[in-house]
Nanobody, 126 residues
């Protein structure tokens, strides 16, 4: 079993930055693909970003490309999402996720993760 705990959400203004963190426990963190998804009221969950076990491969949704950066620290069993130039449409609950599958399978499956965190709220005011 895997436990994922997100932190770093909050209320910011448009143009500001936030960094989300997700600490994993329970399995060998360094072996698995990690990622982030988000969901806002009335909308489907959106696959935002993913990173391979080594950190050498990353994926971003078009909506965040150039503004968000995913990274990981395997020594700390933590994955990060640096969010810059935030927009009101980025407002959502952000979920950390991990997959037993490989990076390409997760991306090809549009965020087909196996375990999810509880989520952290990000609110961007205009």
């Amino acid at each position: 079993q895997v436990q994922l705990v997100e932190s770093g959400g909050g209320l910011v203004q448009a143009g500001d930055s936030l960094r989300l963190a997700c600490e994993a426990s329970g399995r060998t963190f360094s072996s698995y693909t990690m990622g982030w998804a988000r969901q806002s009221p009335g909308k489907e969950r959106e696959f935002v970003a993913a990173i391979s076990w080594s950190g050498s491969s990353t994926y971003y949704a078009d909506s965040v490309k150039g503004r968000f950066t995913i990274s990981r620290d395997n020594a700390k069993s933590t994955v990060y999402l640096q969010m810059n130039s935030l927009k009101p449409e980025d407002t959502a609950v952000y979920y950390c996720a991990t997959a037993l599958k490989g990076f390409r399978t997760v991306v090809g499956g549009r965020g087909d993760f196996d375990y999810w965190g509880q989520g952290t709220q990000v609110t961007v005011s205009s």
